[in-house]
C-alpha cells in the first residue's frame, strides 16, 4: 500500500455460509475464518483509537476474500506508532473514521471463527467500538492463534510465541510488517501451521480447538474422549468409575454439550477434577424433557449418593418438626414421621432449620422446651424458664392439660395445616416491643424465626395440596413445537412425554398412562410417594404461566386462611430489617 493511499477492497468472491453462528461440532476444514488484524495508536481500547483493520476470509485453505482499510482514529498518532508501522498522520486524511468501517467489517466477519494474534487485544477494540458507536457485536467464536500455539509446540521448537517468530518457523509466504493485512496474511498461514498439528492431539473440529487453546489440564485432556458419542437430547448424565460406581450424577438440555464442558478451561472446580481422573465411562439417559431429567438425576442421587455430588438431594437427610404424644406435648425434632403422627410440621432440609422454626414457635405460644416425661399423677420440679414466665409450669400441674393444650399445642396444629395468624401475631408483637426497646439484634433474631416458621408452613402445605390428587396431567408448549406432558400421580412424576407438533397430544397422553407408573395411595405426610424435591420441581414446572393442566382427578386447593397468604411477609422478613415487618393481618 503506497503512503497516503486509501484502500478498501470488495467483497467480491465470498460464498454464504448457514445463519446463527458456528457450529462447535464442524470440522475445522470446512470452517470459514476471518483472520484479522488491527493497528492502533496504542491506548486502552475506548472505543476508538484503531489507525488500520486487515481482515482475510478463508476456508479450506483457500482465500475467500480481503478487506483492508485505514480508519481515522480522531486522534493524533503518537511518534513511536509511526515509526513501528510507518503509518503518518498525513496517510489518515483520507481514511473513513470507525464508525463508517464497522458496517462492512462485522458483515465480512458473518458467519464465521474470527482469528487473531493475541485475540484479546485485537477483539477488546473491535468490541468497545461497537458499543460506542451503537452496533451490537456479533459475539463470534474466536480462535486466538498465540494462546493455540502455547499448546501446540515446545520451547525447543520456538523461543516464544510472537508472531514474527512463528511465521519464520511456518515460513509464512507473507512476512509480518506492522501493518494490518501483512500481519493478517501472515497470521492465516499460521493458523494452517498449527491446524495441521492438532491432528496429533485428536482436535479436529473448531469447538475442540478453541478449548484446546485455553488451559486445561492433563486430565481433561487425556479423558476428552469420554464425551464422545453422547446425545444431544434433555436428559441425565453419569460419570461412572472402572467398577461402575456412580461418581457423579448431572442433567443438561443438551447432555452432550454439558458434558464436553468437563473437558474445558471452564470447568475450574478442584473435585471435579479429582472425579474426572476416576471415571471411565460417562452413560447417558435421554429424557423427555426437563421436569423428566431433574426427577431422574434426583432418584439417581438418592438411590446411589454419588461421592462427588455435593448438593443438598438425598432425601434421607430431611428432619421433622414435630408434636410429641402425651398431656403435655413439646416439640422434637425427628428423622421420620410415624403413622400415628397427627401433628409435624416439614420436611426440614436441616436440623438447624428445623431448630429455627422451633425457636420460633416457642416464642409465640409457652410450649414447653424441656424434654422430661410428664405425669399427671407425679409433680417434676420446674426449670427456669418457668421462673422467667416463659413456660407455664405444666411440670408442677399449674395449668391443666385441656387450657395447655388450647394455648399452647393448638396453635401449632393449625398454623402447620391451615392458619398461622395466632404465632405470626405473636412473633410480630415480640419484634415490635423489642424494636421500641432499640434491641435491634434480638428482634432480627425473631424476624428470622417468623421467616423460618411461614417458610416451613408455605412449603408444607403446598406439597400437601399437590400430593392429595391422585392423578393430574399437564402440557406445556416444547421450544420446537408440539407439548411437554407430565402425569403425575400423588406428587410423583409417574410419566413422560413429548407431543409431536401439529399433533393433538390427547393420544400421547393417553399412551403415557397406559405406560406409567403405578402409584397407590396412602402413606403418611404431605410427601407420601416421592421426595419432598421431586414433588417440588414438579410444583415449579405446574406453576408456570405456560403450562396447562389437562386433567385431574380431584381438586387441586390450598386453605383460603393458609399459610401462602403470608408470602408478602415472609419476603419481607427474608430480605428487610424488622422495621419493615407490619402488625396488620392479611
Same mark, same amino acid.
Given at each position: ?22 457450529d ?7 470452517t ?20 488500520e ?18 480508519v ?10 509511526t ?6 498522520q ?23 471463527v474470527l ?5 484479546p487485544?485485537?477483539?477488546?477494540? %473491535? ?7 451503537g ?20 520451547? *525447543?521448537e ?6 514474527g517468530?512463528l511465521a ?32 496429533g ?16 489440564t ?7 474422549h ?16 472402572? *467398577? *461402575? ?6 442433567t ?18 478442584a ?26 438425576? %434426583? ?23 414435630? %408434636?410429641?404424644?402425651?398431656?403435655y406435648?413439646r ?15 416439614g ?5 438447624q ?10 416464642d ?11 405425669s399427671?399423677?407425679?409433680v ?5 424458664l418457668a ?21 399452647a ?7 402447620t ?7 405470626? *401475631? ?15 439484634e ?15 408452613a ?7 395440596a399437590?400430593?392429595?390428587?391422585g ?6 408448549p ?18 413422560a ?22 402409584v ?11 421426595s ?9 414446572? %405446574? ?8 386433567e ?14 403470608f ?20
Amino acid at each position: 500500500m503506497a503512503p497516503g493511499e486509501y484502500v478498501q477492497q470488495t467483497l467480491a468472491g465470498l460464498e454464504p455460509t448457514p445463519a446463527g453462528g458456528v457450529d462447535p461440532a464442524l470440522p475445522l476444514y470446512a470452517t470459514t475464518f476471518v483472520v484479522v488484524d488491527l493497528e492502533t495508536t496504542g491506548g486502552a481500547p475506548d472505543g476508538g483509537g484503531i489507525t488500520e483493520i486487515g481482515a482475510v476470509r478463508v476456508r479450506g485453505g483457500e482465500e475467500l476474500g480481503v478487506l483492508a482499510t485505514l480508519v481515522d482514529p480522531g486522534v493524533p498518532i503518537p511518534p513511536f506508532i509511526t515509526v513501528l508501522t510507518g503509518i503518518t498522520q498525513a496517510m489518515l486524511i483520507p481514511a473513513p473514521p470507525i464508525e463508517q468501517v464497522l458496517p462492512s467489517f462485522l458483515e465480512f466477519i458473518s458467519d464465521a471463527v474470527l482469528v487473531a494474534h493475541n485475540a484479546p487485544y485485537d477483539v477488546g477494540f %473491535l468490541k468497545a467500538a461497537c458499543a460506542k458507536h451503537g452496533y451490537r457485536w456479533p459475539n463470534p467464536r474466536v480462535l486466538d492463534t498465540a494462546a493455540l500455539a502455547r499448546r501446540v509446540l515446545t520451547r *525447543d521448537e520456538v523461543p516464544n510465541r510472537r508472531l514474527g517468530t512463528l511465521a519464520a518457523y511456518f515460513r509464512t509466504a507473507t512476512q509480518p510488517t506492522h501493518r494490518a493485512l501483512d500481519d493478517a496474511k501472515a497470521t492465516v498461514d499460521v493458523l494452517h501451521g498449527l491446524i495441521a498439528r492438532l491432528g496429533g492431539h485428536r482436535v479436529d473440529t473448531v469447538g475442540e480447538a478453541i478449548e484446546f487453546a485455553r488451559a486445561v489440564t492433563p486430565t481433561q485432556r487425556r479423558k476428552r474422549h469420554l464425551a464422545e458419542g453422547l446425545p444431544k437430547a434433555p436428559g441425565v448424565y453419569i460419570f461412572r468409575a472402572a *467398577d *461402575d460406581r456412580p461418581l457423579y450424577v448431572g442433567t443438561s438440555g443438551d447432555i452432550a454439550t454439558r458434558v464436553r464442558s468437563y473437558f474445558t478451561a471452564a470447568e475450574k472446580r478442584a473435585r471435579m477434577s479429582e472425579m474426572l481422573a476416576a471415571a471411565e465411562r460417562v452413560e447417558a439417559v435421554e429424557c423427555a424433557h426437563s421436569l423428566e431429567a431433574e426427577v431422574r438425576e %434426583l432418584r439417581l442421587i438418592a438411590a446411589h449418593a454419588p461421592p462427588y455430588n455435593r448438593r443438598s438431594k438425598y432425601p434421607e437427610r430431611m428432619v421433622w418438626l414435630k %408434636l410429641t404424644d402425651g398431656p403435655y406435648p413439646r416439640l422434637s425434632v425427628v428423622r421420620g414421621l410415624a403413622p400415628g403422627d397427627t401433628a409435624y410440621l416439614g420436611p426440614f432440609r436441616s436440623r438447624q432449620a428445623a431448630e429455627l422454626a422451633a425457636a420460633g414457635f416457642h416464642d409465640a405460644v409457652p410450649l414447653r422446651q424441656c424434654t422430661h416425661r410428664l405425669s399427671l399423677r407425679t409433680v417434676t420440679p420446674a426449670c427456669a424458664l418457668a421462673e422467667l414466665g416463659r413456660c407455664p409450669a405444666p411440670c408442677e400441674h399449674r395449668i391443666t392439660p385441656e387450657e395447655y393444650d388450647h394455648r399452647a399445642a393448638a396453635p401449632f396444629r393449625t398454623a402447620t395445616t391451615s392458619d398461622p395468624q395466632v404465632v405470626v *401475631d405473636a412473633l410480630l408483637a415480640r419484634i415490635e416491643a423489642l424494636s421500641v426497646a432499640e434491641r435491634y439484634e434480638e428482634a432480627a433474631v425473631v424476624r428470622s424465626r417468623l421467616a423460618a416458621v411461614l417458610r416451613a408452613a408455605v412449603r408444607m402445605q403446598r406439597l400437601a395440596a399437590l400430593t392429595r390428587i391422585g392423578e393430574l396431567a399437564a402440557a406445556r408448549p416444547a421450544a420446537g413445537g408440539g407439548w411437554e406432558l407430565a402425569l403425575v400421580r400423588h406428587g410423583r412424576l409417574a410419566g413422560a412425554g413429548v407431543s409431536p407438533p401439529g399433533v393433538h397430544p390427547r393420544p400421547t397422553i393417553t399412551a403415557i398412562r397406559a405406560t406409567a407408573e403405578t402409584v397407590e395411595p396412602g402413606g403418611h405426610g404431605p410427601v407420601p410417594r416421592a421426595s419432598a424435591e421431586e414433588s417440588e420441581r414438579i410444583l415449579s414446572w %405446574l406453576e408456570r404461566p405456560e403450562t396447562r393442566l389437562v386433567e385431574m382427578t380431584s381438586e387441586w386447593s390450598s386453605p383460603v386462611a393458609g399459610a401462602a397468604r403470608f408470602r408478602d411477609l415472609l419476603a419481607k422478613a427474608e430480605n428487610g430489617g424488622s422495621h419493615q415487618l407490619s402488625t396488620e393481618r392479611p
